[in-house]
């Protein structure tokens, strides 16, 4: 037990790891070839840190573990909302613009609800509906960058968070592929000894997704809105996590379900029914509508927020392991 342990902790560094290194090398290529700085903050760091996540669903997908690739998008979600940003929200409140976050948040919901009508009205995800995910994600890519081209002022706040490091040619690309690498091999540990633990401790593998996985791969999240929250940012650190919500769902489980399709597990069940879809499901509606209602309402904030988030991941997560 203590191997399959060290080697689930040695995945999750590695994903971490490699996921800075990965952005890194991307960021300073990019920037080194001249492309456009908002194309690379709307692309290559947005997504580099849903990268571990990526990884992860794809690497269970291969080895068709669905409780995996179900329990670690969902579950990221829930973490990313009701820990990660209800922690920066409960420490410091602050506003938050509204014209920013109805984008993500409008594209976020639109994907949830037709992720949730695929789940709750035939449960299983065909890969037709992985690559209509995958599309979505494009799609939600070229918007952000013609609205960041129009909005530039917007994307240079954004970028200006930290100066670009010099560095030479080979060293950009020996952090892109070791980065890469890094990702790869911290994903097959993850998975194969998250697997490993959950048999041995008779939890359902979609539980682990769910909470072990979940909050693993959230972590370069928590680690951006830390620094966010350092340096009096806590507004920007959420429209970061509302993306990567996003990306959970359009491109985390689009590359899932369209290198795998799967059902939804029906590991646990709740009152004769698939306790996933009586509880999972809608705990990442009910969080995001607590996360994103008031924002978009009063253009800010509160403590209550956090604290309330906070406590619904505790009891989510309390669920998961003891019913």
């Known amino acids: 037990m203590l191997v399959p342990v060290l080697l689930f902790l040695l995945g999750l560094v590695l994903l971490i790891k490699g996921g800075d290194w990965f952005v890194d090398g991307a960021t300073g290529l990019a920037h080194r070839f001249h492309l456009p700085e908002l194309l690379i903050g709307a692309t290559v760091v947005s997504i580099g840190t849903t990268l571990p996540e990526v990884m992860v669903s794809a690497q269970a997908a291969l080895q068709h573990n669905s409780g995996i690739s179900y329990g670690n998008a969902i579950g990221s979600i829930i973490?990313?909302?009701?820990?990660?940003?209800?922690?920066?929200?409960?420490?410091?409140?602050?506003?938050?613009?509204?014209?920013?976050?109805?984008?993500?948040?409008?594209?976020?919901?639109?994907?949830?609800?037709?992720?949730?009508?695929?789940?709750?009205?035939?449960?299983?995800f065909e890969r037709w509906q992985g690559m209509m995910f995958l599309a979505l994600f494009v799609c939600y890519m070229i918007i952000t960058v013609l609205q960041m081209k129009k909005n530039p002022d917007e994307a240079s706040e954004a970028e200006a968070e930290e100066p670009a490091k010099e560095r030479a040619l080979w060293q950009e690309l020996v952090f892109l592929v070791v980065g890469a690498a890094a990702i790869a091999v911290g994903a097959r540990l993850l998975?194969?000894?998250?697997?490993?633990?959950?048999?041995?401790?008779?939890?359902?593998?979609?539980?682990?997704?769910?909470?072990?996985?979940?909050?693993?791969?959230?972590?370069?999240?928590?680690?951006?809105?830390?620094?966010?929250?350092a340096k009096g940012h806590s507004a920007l650190s959420l429209g970061n996590i509302i993306g990567a919500n996003l990306f959970n769902i359009v491109l985390v489980s689009g590359a899932a379900i369209t290198i795998s399709p799967f059902a939804i597990p029906v590991e646990k069940t709740l009152l004769g029914h698939n306790a996933s879809l009586l509880v999972d499901l809608p705990v990442m509606f009910c969080v995001m509508l607590i996360l994103c209602v008031p924002a978009l309402a009063k253009g800010k904030l509160s403590r209550w927020q956090g604290i309330l988030l906070l406590t619904i991941y505790a009891a989510f997560t309390v669920f998961q392991f003891v019913v």
């Open 79 to 124: 973490c990313n909302t009701s820990l990660i940003a209800a922690l920066t929200i409960a420490i410091r409140p602050s506003k938050v613009s509204k014209k920013t976050l109805r984008l993500p948040v409008a594209a976020f919901f639109i994907a949830a609800v037709i992720y949730a009508v695929i789940a709750y009205t035939t449960g299983t």
């Open 191 to 229: 998975v194969d000894n998250g697997t490993k633990i959950a048999a041995a401790l008779g939890v359902p593998d979609s539980v682990i997704g769910l909470t072990m996985v979940a909050l693993g791969t959230s972590l370069p999240e928590l680690v951006t809105a830390i620094t966010a929250l």
